[in-house]
């Protein structure tokens, strides 16, 4: 119930730092509510799936590491890097139908990256490292089991999944053309700005005197 | 199409002097109104600076009503008023805080002037947060807030995206580039690209609401290049300053010069692209008449903002683009194209006075906000030559 609560009350913060990314997806994806329904579901398994991976290496080995805020910021910044390529790709490169939906579902022989965009936006978007995720994160460092810490996370999820429920109304959008140019033109913006982010990351706090 | 093919395809508006020199009256004892503002300015340099901007803009709107041509004097009036503008704003703030750079302390303190840029970003965290998400003052400091709200709403009831051709302060750098003189470059660009500052402005809108930070202002606005900047004190920072002026350089600079267009403010500005929605409530557009137009795409070629094209002809008016900036009117030999008054007919209200209705609002704009740093910057350059600084 506590993990709820903490999800829960910071819900918004989490729909505001992943709708920046899932909103252009969806609207450069095109499709209907039930394609965004299911863009937003696959986007959620994948923050999910790396919740329960922070909830298995809270409770392991790696609380003292994570807790320095160098390695912290490195790690954020890799997520970061390879979530913008992600993100540029689908946002730039025209003509690439095999990030969007219903394409993938028909092509099965599809690289496994393109298959799982859905998942992986949401699996990088997911690892924040906000404030309260890191509150979560210690709070499961201190579960007496594996089992207790993943299920900290998974509830943690929970909680701040819940606003996610209206996003799918992104799909409620016209799949024309210019909707879903501006859509894929929006991802490659938000690419550049997390590739932004990763260098601030990744080179760290360099001050000019 | 150059300007002296225009000028010649162009039949005038086959008014005489005399009925040119009353219409344009009205606008005179306007902007003597504006920009004296009830008083005689005092002093050689007061009065030639005053003197000087009100004989340069009423030259202009007197050509614009008697030649008929409407892009050529709004260009040179708006390329004069960017230009201005960096005179006068850039040497305010060294007069006021010593440096063009923008501190913390600034930022604390509220100093920062508001910039219209930035409204599309403030909406959302106002709405949900009741918080303006700019270092700047709501009311009484130059620039406030609440003065450049009501600017643009009085804008873009009035004249909508015309606010890109007439009154934004930074669009006329990007217009001055365009027309140096030289052939056409880059003339294909593909039409996806057209879509950019729509991503821009999604991606800056949703970043803005999440970080509560005007995200283009921090990371990607081009004119800090020649307005104020943060501080280089960090990577963050030097990195922030980089990006910026290589952002200017390509699209205020170098691909206006290349293509003829006005690349920043067509493809770049999510303020341009936000701005393109208050063209469905204002009472002008521009209409393209099927039965005259003969398909030479001179207009297509002209047009600085990507706004006219087969889907535009096809419905008989210009895009949702336009920045109601003149050149498609003034290009069109067979007056095929025209400024129109919504709600009426094309044939009730004549091409012409349809324009002179449009050109009243539009260029009192431009004369209120670029009158007064017109004649700042010319008194600033009147004491540069005769103290030899401008501060």
């Known amino acids: 119930m506590k993990a709820f609560l903490l999800g829960l009350g910071n819900s918004g913060v989490c729909l505001a730092y992943c709708a920046p990314v899932l909103i252009p997806y969806m609207a450069g994806s095109g499709g209907g509510v039930g394609t965004g329904c299911l863009v937003t579901l696959r986007f959620l398994c994948g923050r999910l799936a790396g919740y329960c991976l922070f909830g298995l290496l809270a409770w392991l080995v790696w609380r003292p590491l994570l807790a ?11 997520c970061s890097l390879v979530l913008a390529l992600l993100l540029i790709r689908f946002g730039f490169t025209r003509g690439d139908q095999s990030c969007s939906i219903p394409a993938m579902l028909k092509r099965r022989d599809a690289p496994l990256i393109r298959r799982y965009v859905p998942e992986l936006l949401g699996a990088l978007t997911g690892v924040s490292l906000c404030p309260p995720f890191l509150l979560a994160f210690n709070e499961a460092a201190a579960a007496e089991t594996v089992f207790g810490s993943v299920l900290f996370f998974i509830c943690f999820f929970a909680g701040t999944a819940v606003l996610f429920m209206f996003l799918p109304l992104v799909g409620l959008l016209p799949a024309r053309e210019p909707v879903q140019l501006t859509g894929r033109l929006a991802c490659g913006v938000m690419g550049l700005y997390y590739l932004y982010t990763a260098v601030l990351l990744v080179a760290g706090g360099i001050t000019i005197k | 199409m150059n300007h002296d ?45 005053f003197s000087a901007t009100l004989l340069f803009l009423n030259a202009a709107f007197f050509m614009m009503i008697h030649t008929g041509l409407t892009d050529r004097y709004r260009a040179l009036v708006f390329v004069m008023f960017a230009l201005a503008f960096i005179i006068s704003f850039t040497t305010n703030l060294i007069e006021t805080r010593g440096s063009v750079a923008l501190s913390e302390a600034d930022m604390l303190a509220g100093d920062t002037p508001f910039c219209h840029i930035v409204i599309p970003m ?29 600017l643009w709403i009085g804008a873009s009831l009035a004249i909508g995206r015309g606010f890109c051709s007439w009154v934004c302060f930074f669009g006329g750098l990007d217009e001055g580039f365009s027309r140096i003189p030289g052939r056409t470059i880059v003339k294909n660009i593909p039409a996806f690209w057209k879509y950019l500052p729509w991503g821009i402005l999604v991606a800056v809108v949703l970043t803005s609401a999440a970080t509560l930070s005007p995200t283009y202002c921090s990371w990607l606005c081009p004119f800090k290049a020649t307005t104020e900047h943060v501080q280089i004190t960090s990577f963050k920072t030097l990195l922030q300053t980089v990006i910026f002026m290589a952002i200017f350089l390509a699209f ?3 691909l206006p010069y290349l293509t003829k267009k006005r690349t920043q403010c067509g493809l770049f500005c999510p303020f341009g692209a936000f701005q393109s929605l208050t063209n469905r409530i204002n009472p002008f557009d521009i209409r393209i008449d099927g039965a005259k137009c003969v398909q030479c795409g001179k207009c297509e070629a002209a047009c600085p903002t990507f706004s006219l094209g087969d889907e535009a002809l096809a419905a008989g008016k210009s895009g949702l683009t336009c920045c109601r900036c003149g050149k498609c009117v003034d290009v069109c030999h067979k007056g095929a194209i025209s400024f129109h008054v919504k709600g009426t007919r094309v044939a009730s209200v004549s091409r012409e006075t349809a324009r002179i209705l449009f050109l009243y609002p539009a260029f009192l704009f431009m004369a209120a906000i670029g009158g007064s740093m017109i004649r700042d910057a010319i008194l600033r350059l009147w004491q540069l030559v005769t103290t030899g600084s401008m501060v």
């Open chain 2, 122 to 150: 403030v909406l959302i965290p106002a709405a949900l947060t009741k918080t303006i998400i700019f270092p700047g003052s709501i009311t009484g400091a130059h620039a406030s807030v609440s003065a450049m709200f009501v």
């Open chain 2, 252 to 254: 205020v600079v170098v």
């Open chain 2, 5 to 49: 093919t225009v000028a010649r395809n162009h039949k005038g508006s086959g008014r005489s002097l005399a009925a040119s020199l009353l219409l344009a009256l009205p606008m005179l004892l306007l902007s003597i109104l504006l920009l004296s503002r009830g008083q005689i300015p005092a002093g050689n340099a007061q009065l030639f600076a």
């Open chain 1, 68 to 78: 320095a805020t160098g390695a912290r910021e490195l790690l954020s910044g890799y």
